[in-house]
């Protein structure tokens, strides 16, 4: 039998049917251990920031959006100011042609964020918690950053369509010819997260960069001959981490040490506390558009979807410093420093109606 261990506190908000999941995974044949990250919560199917280990490969337990991950580029500008850079976002629901052939050759919402819990956000440094490490990576308190949180859009969905269709939730059939697809969704999601931050530096005037940070939270991995299966779960063997908040809270940087235990993974982000159907109705009942739209930070949001504003209100997520706390304290990594929102793209604003 497979064993399960959640790294969160008691004061963490992990709803019981998320722990049922991870155990119903943990059923599964080949099943070895199954890590859920004090950002856990339900998903469909299988449990949201979760990594999986076990002998045989499961494709839902990477789901639809493989390669999705959060990049973090350096932005080369002197002042920012939220209300004039907000304008200046481009039509990020409009895809590019590609120069050359993508990942796979799938060339549908090449440099499209999505809906969701997608997001691009203009931000800037604001505590450094370990100098040393925030030095090496270019930055310091009130350094601007961008960070991109996107996948492989439709390219992963069909990927993972063409296997359910015959095989519904169960095993791959072929190992080797999914994981070739997989890879090129992987490759996909990076590519995708370096042209929408080239395409936003740009509209911001700033020139285009290299990425800081730039990892990957649904995939699978093989270890010997082991399948790493993460759902909403970063890599956490050594590299830096970009843990996402709320539209109204800050996110953190962090150094991922996290071992075997943890199925060497770390969270991806502060983690749904409701549902998207509990978040609207709520969020009808207790916030405004305009409340939603200037957050307490003084930050905007650009999003003209109203549902999806009510959706991803950040009282439907968890308190990100929780998060946090429960890395550190079972020492799955070590925050670098705290990212500040200005501005927050979600999706493209609707056109004003002239009176």
Same mark, same amino acid.
């Given at each position: ?12 908000? %992990? *709803? ?18 199954? !890590?859920?990250?004090?950002? /856990? ?17 499961? =494709? ?42 993508? =990942?796979?050759?799938?060339? *549908? ?7 969701? #819990? ?73 590519? #995708? ?16 960069? *290299? ?7 649904? /995939? ?7 399948? /790493? ?13 970009? %843990? ?13 040490? !996290?071992?075997?235990?943890? #199925? ?48 991803? !209100? =950040? ?17 799955? !990594? ?22």
């Amino acid at each position: 039998m497979s064993s399960v261990t959640v790294f969160a506190s008691p004061r963490s908000w %992990i *709803e019981s049917a998320a722990v049922d999941q991870c155990h119903q995974v943990a059923a599964l044949d080949g099943m070895l251990h199954v !890590a859920g990250m004090p950002d /856990l919560h339900p998903g469909k199917g299988a449990p949201i920031g979760a990594a999986m280990a076990s002998t045989v490969l499961y =494709p839902h337990l990477v789901g639809s959006d493989i390669g999705c991950g959060i990049a973090v580029f350096p932005v080369g500008l002197k002042r920012a100011v939220p209300e004039k850079l907000a304008g200046r976002f481009p039509d990020l629901d409009r895809p590019v042609a590609p120069s050359s052939a993508p =990942p796979g050759g799938y060339v *549908e919402s090449l440099g499209t964020v999505g809906r969701g #819990n997608h997001f691009v956000e203009l931000a800037r440094i604001g505590t450094v918690l370990s100098a040393d490490h925030a030095a090496r990576l270019g930055l310091a308190a009130g350094s601007l950053v961008l960070i991109v949180h996107s996948g492989s859009r439709g390219f992963g969905e069909r990927i993972l369509r063409a296997h359910t269709d015959v095989h519904g939730a169960g095993p791959a059939a072929d190992p080797a010819a999914y994981l070739a697809a997989h890879d090129d969704a992987v490759r996909w999601g990076s590519l #995708n997260r370096r042209l929408i931050a080239e395409r936003v530096l740009e509209a911001l005037g700033a020139r285009p960069t *290299e990425p800081i940070v730039d990892r990957c939270h649904n /995939l699978v991995e093989v270890r010997d001959g082991v399948f /790493l299966h993460r759902k909403g779960a970063a890599p956490g063997d050594g590299g830096d981490v970009l %843990i996402a908040g709320t539209r109204g809270t800050n996110s953190y940087l962090v150094a991922a040490h !996290a071992g075997p235990e943890a #199925n060497r993974s770390v969270a991806h982000g502060a983690g749904r506390k409701m549902s998207r159907a509990d978040a609207l109705r709520r969020g009808k009942a207790k916030h405004t558009i305009e409340e939603l739209r200037r957050t307490p930070l003084g930050s905007i949001v650009v999003c003209g979807d109203r549902q999806l504003l009510f959706e991803e !209100a =950040p009282t439907a997520y968890k308190r990100i410093e929780q998060v946090i706390a429960d890395l550190t304290d079972h020492d799955l !990594a070590t925050p670098i420093a705290t990212t500040v929102p200005l501005v927050t793209y979600k999706t493209r604003d609707a056109p004003r109606r002239r009176s």
